[in-house]
């Protein structure tokens, strides 16, 4: 079955970098585009990056333009995100899943932004 497993995450100081991996099965991981998502306490899941099989991206919000990377190795399955000069609002629950159709959430990895 789809599955997605992500990592990376921690605590990490205002302008402080982490680098998000996620693992994916079940499904033909080169065929499809991948996103990263966010989800902060008390608001909806967002939309953060997506990458195209050809291997072009697109961030959003403006909020992470500039800051956040993603990135894929199709032999590995595995999407990543580079976040760097990351801010306290930064703070969110962060998932990756396949577009479109995405289903089969995984835990998501907690990134904590403080001083």
């Known amino acids: 079955q789809v599955q997605f497993v992500e990592s990376g995450g921690g605590l990490v100081q205002p302008g402080g970098s982490l680098r998000l991996s996620c693992a994916a099965s079940g499904f033909t991981f080169s065929r499809y585009a991948m996103s990263w998502y966010r989800q902060a306490p008390g608001k909806e899941r967002e939309l953060v990056a997506r990458i195209f099989s050809t291997g072009s991206s697109i961030n959003y919000p403006d909020s992470v333009k500039g800051r956040f990377t993603i990135s894929r190795d199709n032999a590995k399955n595995t999407v990543y995100l580079q976040m760097n000069s990351l801010k306290p609002e930064d703070t969110a629950v962060y998932y990756c899943?396949?577009?479109?159709?995405?289903?089969?959430w995984g835990q998501g990895t907690q990134v904590t932004v403080s001083s």
């Open positions: 899943n396949k577009f479109p159709d995405p289903n089969s």
